[in-house]
Nanobody
Framework: QVQLVESGGGFVQAGGSLRLSCVVS????????MGWYRQAPGKQREMVSSINAGNGNTHYIDPVKGRFTIARDNAESTVFLQMTSLKPEGTGVYYCKTLPPVVDYWGQGTQVTVSS
């Protein structure tokens, strides 16, 4: 069974940092472009960052550029999201997900709460 398991969420004050981790089944990780998504209360889920499997190219949505860093460790089948200078609008459930051309697999999410 393919599994994605997120961890590292929690409570943090605005301006603080958190590092999220997502451990992915080894059978698919090395060939999977990975994305981090978040869903804020009352809002649709959105992708915030991705990292390519082959060349390591990264993508960030404008609101998190310069503050979030995505990375991957193929040996450990883990993708990370280092979040710094967190803002209250960053509150939400964060999910990792495989991206095309790999079949979509979602983690169960980890809660991030940023207080003012």
């Amino acid at each position: 069974q393919v599994q994605l398991v997120e961890s590292g969420g929690g409570f943090v004050q605005a301006g603080g940092s958190l590092r999220l981790s997502c451990v992915v089944s080894r059978m698919i990780f090395s060939v999977s472009t990975m994305g981090w998504y978040r869903q804020a209360p009352g809002k649709q889920r959105e992708m915030v960052s991705s990292i390519n499997a082959g060349n390591g190219n990264t993508h960030y949505i404008d609101p998190v550029k310069g503050r979030f860093t995505i990375a991957r460790d193929n040996a450990e089948s883990t993708v990370f999201l280092q979040m710094t200078s967190l803002k209250p609008e960053g509150t939400g459930v964060y999910y990792c997900k495989t991206l095309p051309p790999v079949v979509d697999y979602w983690g169960q999410g980890t809660q991030v709460t940023v207080s003012s």
